[in-house]
């Protein structure tokens, strides 16, 4: 599995919204599926709300890769 670091400027960023900007998913939609589908990880833990808020030092977890989300 493969860890990416992942910058955000903000005090977070929405999951569905983290998917798209790291190319995980094209489209909301599809991120959508995948978050309510259980197919996405926060944590280590399953978790199915899309607009879940990532902050700086949360590890997001889809398609065998982890993005590690850090303070711009």
Do not use: P, W
């Amino acid at each position: 599995m493969t860890t990416e670091r992942i910058l955000i400027d903000t005090e977070f960023i929405r999951l569905d919204n983290l998917m798209k900007y790291v190319g995980a998913v094209d489209t909301g939609g599809q991120a959508k599926l995948e978050i309510q589908g259980g197919f996405v990880k926060l944590n280590g833990e399953i978790c199915t709300m899309r607009g879940k808020k990532i902050r700086a030092g949360d590890k997001v977890e889809y398609d065998s890769k982890i993005y590690e989300v850090h303070q711009a």
